[in-house]
């Protein structure tokens, strides 16, 4: 047979025999699967190193292509940053809609109650472990948050998820006897959805904590060692408002006696301040600066600026509220049709806000005066606690809200998600199309990262921060990630699934789930928080390299060997 025939499709030249035997297969490393393979329920050990070199040698191929074009100078900072910005806006929140939605029910959520708590032990673990890493060091606080991040969040989408399926399909001994007629398809399944839990609870925290405050923009720490330095601390209060120079009207709003359209937002002294101005139903023609923003507060008994006892006010209102659209230009003829439309629509919604407000008013001023100071402040409360909780959100959380909404209504899920149905095959199927799209995209990006041409100026400069301890921050970020927590959670995991009596600990393809997120590489998705709020870029490239080129191999095969002996050992 000729090396080039005519062109014919796989499946016919493989139904003709056309093909000769394979250039590469598991026979290869028989001289491997000869040696180490002491356990019948062991894989050989060539076969295991063939099984993880596939999984890295995939994320290795998807990233290649970011690379070579980010080092052609097609791909530069900018764009990789409005890239990533892309993937978190769009395609990552369909990701996790997809995957979650269809998968959860209602049962499967009690069922699987354990994996929160072991993932909670995970974090606590990863977490005390990277302090003390940090603090052997002497990082200060914005590095120590660094190896923080990296440590804590591990990898449980991509590489794990490649290797369950393959290990699901190749190694034996991983049949859970409580489900009869247990096969390959089946634990592969569960083990992605094992995966898909700690996969989502990790992103929970990753795009909260992870986003907001552990690799939060630089200026943050700025403005936070600004505001410590020369601001007043807001928790005292003045002796006499204004005496500082500040509006005593912005004393009020500031304080919690009124509502702001500039809400800050702390936790625990580390969530960096963030500000949103939200549309009041004042129109102003310069709001430029803060007192124009507190100036457009009203006095309402909705927002707490209200009478006091003695009679003075809090907040002046406007002289004269203007009506929405008083300065429209509608167009003559049909074009004016749908302006028309739009503005009257706000007259009407403007018309019954302001008839709420003073049917509002009339029936707080009606109140006692106790009554309307409890109330207000109650307001000022919810609504501070309400605009923060705003400003924390992002769209995967929103996503994950939504899918487990969907996931805990019977009904809507198979709205969404019943083979047939309309929903299913327009809305839902454009929304997984669009998810397939995030993982790829974070590693095209990934690749592009690893380029030192696109890297910032910052993460060039000999002399800044990031080159002085980058080497310290790569170690004690590959120490804290995959190597201690390993070494703690090693034991435990063996433990629980020895002693204790939960079904799903059980499972063997759980066990190797756990092992495997135990010593994973840092998440992919952590290059693209760092990339979007400019935090040691160049630092996080060189981690990545190290993780997923360099240790990833080795890391792998111990976590695999650990986990098939200690299902080995549970058994006995």
Known sequence: MGFFTNPTSYRLNAVAGNYGPPIATTTNFSFLSARMNDHDSH??????????????????????PGYIVARQGMFDADKQKFVANLNVALFTPCLIFTKLAKQLTAEKLVELAVIPVIFVVQTL???????????????????????TAMGVFGNSNSLPISLVISLAQTLRGLHWDKIPGDNDDEVAARGILYLLVFQQLGQLVRWSWGYHVLLAPPESYEEESSDIEGGRYRDEPELIPGLDGTNPEEYQVLNGHGSSSTVSFESGGRT?????????????????????????????????????????????????????GDDWEIPDGVRGVIPTIHLKSRRGIFYVTQKIKRTSQKAFGSLPTPVQNGLAKAYAAISNFLAGLWEFMNPPLWAMLLAIIVASIPNLQRLFFEDGSFIA?????????????????????????????????????PDSEENKIGTKLMIASLISRMLLPTIIMAPLLALAAKYVPVSILDDPIFVIVCFLLTGAPSALQLAQICQINGVYEGVMSKLLFQSYVIWILPSTLILVMCALEVVEWANL
């Open 43 to 64: 894989p050989p050990l060539g076969h295991l190193i063939l099984l993880v070199f596939e999984a890295v040698m995939e994320v290795v191929c998807v990233s290649l």
């Open 125 to 147: 673990v990863s977490y005390l472990v990277s302090l003390a890493v940090s603090k052997g060091f002497g990082f200060k606080k914005r590095p120590a948050n660094f190896v």
């Open 272 to 324: 960096p301040v963030t500000h949103a101005y939200f549309a009041h139903s004042i129109d102003s023609d310069d709001d430029d600066t803060k007192d124009d923003a507190v100036k457009k507060v009203q006095a309402t008994p909705t927002n707490g600026n209200t009478l006091l006892s003695n009679g003075n006010i809090t907040s002046f209102p406007s002289i004269r509220t203007p009506t929405p």
């Open 425 to 461: 095959n327009s809305v839902t199927r454009a929304i997984g199309q669009s998810g397939g799209v995030a993982v790829p995209l974070i590693l095209v990006v990934l690749g592009a990262n690893l380029a030192r041409n696109t890297l910032p100026k910052e993460s060039l400069d």
